[in-house]
């Protein structure tokens, strides 16, 4: 009875996370769409109530309260380039498709790739690139296919991947140094990242540097102001709601992600992760259509989606065969000649050898 009930609140804790980090993209999707155009803010308020989630968590004694050997500037640095992440994934959302934007997020991995071996020498296998040539190719085809992407998208589109990429690479190495998990290093920059997230937000999203006669006052000091007009202000208010819930979902999102540490496996993470860009991208097509696209551009997206979600799941499906030290699919799938380029182990096996040794592996599995 344990063992099932283990593995209902594993199930519930998978299921929440790919429900709440689908609905918290789609739903400040709609708070863009819905006038309140201030990643910064929102952004902030997420922030607010990250912290009140730690706080809650040590209260009830679920988490443990780390004191890594940061010191605050190393906790700043982590900090702002973690806000720089997620404010420009929200502004990227903002100015974007949900596709793109969810595409954006699948080359992160590539990214990541080749800033570690620029600046520590962390080379990879030529399977590894294989797969994220395959990634790159598709977002590619979904990017040529978009018809709402503008030059200044695409251009926070590339900061945001560009600071996701840094902020987890310095999440990685910062872990290893201090020897703390992710939740804990996350606990220790939290105070930072809400206090960089509020300036950020009083620089510019608060306050109206252009005078009302010249142009209407756009800030969310602003927006909130007219929201709480009871005959002007219904709409706005309506997306203030909506504000709110995007806070919930991200209290909802740490605390799946939480219950999730530690319960499984790389397969299910890997599963979970997959299962989340799909209902994304298939919530964005469905909530947000584009009504200038054609049933061409559209099908071109969707094979774009499709191929970078193939290099998606063969990369993720390489890198559990290596950390098990079983066969990958390329190895059981491709003949001699292409299994010993893409890996050197089999260099000195001959056709024959490698057929027989790969028939023998498949076997054992």
């Known amino acids: ?15 929440g996370n790919v429900a709440s980090s689908v609905a918290i993209v789609l739903v400040n999707k709609k708070v863009f769409a819905g006038g309140f155009h201030f990643p910064c803010t929102l952004s902030f308020f997420h922030f607010c109530f990250t912290v009140v989630f730690y706080k809650l ?3 009830c004694a679920l988490f443990e309260v780390p004191n890594p050997d940061l010191s605050q500037f190393e906790k700043f640095k982590v900090g702002f380039v973690g806000v720089a992440s997620i404010g420009f994934m929200n502004v990227s959302l903002a100015l974007n498709s949900v596709g793109f934007y969810q595409v954006t997020k699948l080359t992160i991995v590539p990214v990541t790739l080749v800033i570690s071996y620029m600046c520590y020498g962390e080379s990879t296998s030529n399977k590894i690139k294989l797969s994220l040539a395959i990634l790159l190719a598709g977002v590619g085809i979904a990017t040529v296919s978009d018809v709402e992407l503008r030059p200044l998208g695409l251009v926070f589109g590339i900061m945001a991947v560009l600071s996701t990429a840094v902020f987890q690479i310095w999440q990685g190495t910062k872990q290893k140094e201090h020897k703390v998990n992710g939740t ?4 220790s920059v939290a105070i930072w990242q809400t206090l960089q997230a509020l300036a950020a937000a009083a620089v510019f999203e608060s306050v109206c540097y252009t005078p009302p006669p010249v142009g209407a006052c756009d800030s969310a000091t602003a927006f909130i102001m007219e929201a709480m007009d009871p005959i002007s202000g219904t709409a706005k208010m309506q997306t203030l709601w909506l504000v709110l819930v995007t806070c919930f979902l991200a209290l ?16 299910t993470f890997q599963v979970v992760g997959h299962a989340k860009t799909c209902l994304v991208l298939a919530g964005g097509f469905v909530l947000f259509p584009n009504p200038n ?3 061409s551009q559209m099908m071109h997206n969707i094979a774009g989606v499709s191929v970078a979600m193939v290099g998606v799941i063969l990369y993720g499906h390489i890198k559990y065969a290596v950390s098990a030290d ?12 292409i299994v010993r380029m893409l890996d050197p182990k089999y260099s000195s096996v001959n056709d024959e050898e490698t057929a027989g040794f790969i028939a023998a592996s498949s076997g054992k599995s």
Do not use: Y
């Open 1 to 15: 009875m344990a063992g099932m009930s283990d593995s209902l609140v594993t199930t519930g804790f998978a299921l």
């Open 57 to 59: 968590m040590a209260a």
């Open 184 to 187: 804990q290093l996350q606990h």
């Open 252 to 267: 909802a999102v740490n605390w799946c992600s939480f219950g999730l540490i530690g319960r499984t496996g790389p397969i």
């Open 293 to 295: 696209m054609t049933e």
């Open 326 to 337: 079983k066969d990958d699919c390329l190895d059981c799938v491709c003949p001699g000649p």
